[in-house]
């Protein structure tokens, strides 16, 4: 399976932007780039998916990278709401395997 | 729309006793996944299920674990014997055909004594 990098770890104040990247180098033509969050003791919730374009949805925007190696993904204005493990992943013939992902913190 | 439900919500049973995880994924969903995943770390996947055949269980411990999926909807992951370094939270999913987003249940927190 083609593999992502996260941070461990990224702050940010209430009501600032997001920016949480993940690097896919290995990336294949036909993997789309998905986004699941984990708030505390809940399972993972869908956030975005692209394949080539950036996409915008009522959460979150998705920017990636013209050569797909990288993206980000966007938070527009963080709430105490978005604190949350923020996962980065492949997905390509149904397969949904996550990774460590980034733990988001939002300080009021 | 329904989500995808999971019971029971936690469990605790002692080492070497057996345990069985059952799942309802959302109707229509032709894949479903159960993944465990131990405090601190990401979901790891267990077994992936496309309607009631097994796509991928690569991961799954087969000396004690199994899983089935009852005509392609409902799904129950067994675990015996259990061991201490089985507890964790399990977690089912389901999506409709295509790489679309998935859709996980609240999950099944075992705790091994």
């Known amino acids: 399976d083609a593999k992502t990098t996260q941070p461990n770890s990224m702050e940010s104040n209430e009501e600032e932007p997001v920016h949480l990247p993940c690097n896919h180098s290995t990336i294949s033509g036909t993997d789309y780039i998905h986004w699941y969050r984990q708030l505390p003791s809940q399972g993972p919730e869908y956030v975005i998916h692209?394949?080539?374009s950036n996409v915008n949805n009522r959460m979150a925007s998705l920017a990636i990278a013209e050569d797909r190696k990288s993206s980000t993904l966007i938070l527009h204005r963080a709430t105490l709401r978005d604190a949350a493990v923020y996962y980065c992943i492949l997905r390509n013939d149904y397969k949904l395997s996550f990774g460590a992902g980034t733990t988001v913190t939002v300080r009021a | 729309e329904a989500g995808v439900a999971q019971s029971p919500r936690y469990k605790i049973i002692e080492k070497r006793q057996s345990v069985a995880f059952w799942c309802n994924p959302i109707?229509?969903?032709?894949?479903l996944y159960w993944y465990q995943q131990i405090l601190g770390q990401g979901p790891k996947l267990l077994i992936q299920f496309q309607n009631n055949g097994v796509v991928d269980d690569s991961q799954l411990p087969k000396d004690r674990f199994s899983a089935e999926r009852l005509k392609g909807v409902d799904s129950t992951l067994k675990i015996q014997p259990a061991k201490l370094e089985d507890s964790a939270v399990y977690l089912c999913?389901?999506?409709?055909?295509?790489?679309?987003?998935?859709?996980f249940g609240q999950g099944t927190r075992l705790t091994v004594v």
């Open positions: 692209g394949l080539t």
């Open positions: 109707s229509g969903h032709a894949t």
């Open positions: 999913a389901s999506t409709p055909q295509g790489n679309t987003e998935a859709f």
